[in-house]
């Protein structure tokens, strides 16, 4: 049986948007903007803050084309 390892090549999907910053499209991109691991009154924890930005200059982003 032959294998063909391209048959499983797939570009893995990205979410694309249009930059407020420079207005280019780009990349939306995760970002953690927590505070990572903390400890308060002897408990520790851990703060996570996702923010979705664009690639280029993690800022703001249109979900559409602006100029559409
Ligand atoms: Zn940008």
New binding site residues.
């Given amino acids: 049986m032959r294998h063909d390892p391209h048959q499983y090549d797939y570009e893995p999907e990205e979410e694309v948007g249009w ?1 407020k ?4 499209k ?1 990349v939306i991109t995760n970002v953690d903007n927590g505070i990572g691991p903390y400890e308060f009154w002897g408990q520790k924890g851990r703060h996570i803050d996702i923010q979705t930005v ?1 690639s ?2 993690e ?1 703001d982003f249109f979900e559409y084309d602006p100029s559409e």
């Fill in positions: 930059c910053e420079c207005g280019e780009c664009s280029c200059c800022g």
